[in-house]
T-cell receptor, first 115, second 111 residues
Framework: GAGVSQSPRYKVAKRGQDVALRCDPISGHVSLFWYQQALGQGPEFLTYFQNEAQLDKSGLPSDRFFAERPEGSVSTLKIQRTQQEDSAVYLC?????????????FGQGTRLTVV | AQSVTQLGSHVSVSEGALVLLRCNYSSSVPPYLFWYVQYPNQGLQLLLKYTSAATLVKGINGFEAEFKKSETSFHLTKPSAHMSDAAEYFCAVTLNNRLAFGKGNQVVVIP
């Protein structure tokens, strides 16, 4: 596609509900990242995939957070038993390769509000 | 570990005036540094990046940044602000194959 696509754009979840956030990266991009952006803050790293392999999940805040990229393309970030502190914008980014200076392209994000 | 510091969350600038956003980094090795811009309800867009090829980096929309190793800085400038520059700006450094972002500067342009 033309860019990184995320869905849904907005999600309201009741506390305790499970949610799934989808990311469609740019076709052919090897690397995929998830970031969490709280209100008034910069994005914080959650997890990183190279193709289908999850190479780094050190940023996931708890075991309620789970991400997958089974075929090395589309990725899903799942949050179980959502809590109010999970409210944030979740950004997905992809890059052509894993080089340190390779540009990452960001999606518009999914704004999650837990009520 | 590498990180970046951006001071002053909100920056007001008059239309036509200089835009200056400060970014300082901490790094034990030569860093890769980036500036991203985020317009309301949009994803982050790359403005420019430093990759050691040149210390003065020119980006899109008239922005540029200068890498100063002695000051561990990578400040972003634009000579003349335009109303369309109102957005949030993030400085970032590469950290273990991912980006570590500063807290951002919300730029308000005053007509």
């Amino acid at each position: 596609g033309a860019g990184v696509s995320q869905s849904p754009r907005y999600k309201v979840a009741k506390r305790g509900q499970d949610v799934a956030l989808r990311c469609d990266p740019i076709s052919g991009h090897v690397s995929l990242f998830w970031y969490q952006q709280a209100l008034g803050q910069g994005p914080e790293f959650l997890t990183y995939f190279q193709n289908e392999a999850q190479l780094d999940k050190s940023g996931l805040p708890s075991d309620r957070f789970f991400a997958e990229r089974p075929e090395g393309s589309v990725s899903t970030l799942k949050i179980q038993r959502t809590q109010q502190e999970d409210s944030a914008v979740y950004l997905c980014a992809s890059s052509l390769d894993s080089g340190m200076n390779t540009e990452a392209f960001f999606g518009q994000g999914t704004r999650l509000t837990v009520v | 570990a590498q990180s970046v510091t951006q001071l002053g969350s909100h920056v007001s600038v008059s239309e036509g005036a200089l835009v200056l956003l400060r970014c300082n980094y901490s790094s034990s090795v030569p860093p890769y540094l980036f500036w991203y811009v985020q317009y309301p309800n949009q994803g982050l867009q790359l403005l420019l990046k430093y990759t050691s090829a040149a210390t003065l980096v020119k980006g899109i929309n008239g922005f540029e940044a200068e890498f100063k190793k002695s000051e561990t800085s990578f400040h972003l400038t634009k000579p003349s602000a335009h109303m369309s520059d109102a957005a949030e700006y993030f400085c970032a450094v590469t950290l273990n194959n991912r980006l570590a972002f500063g807290k951002g500067n919300q730029v308000v342009v005053i007509p």
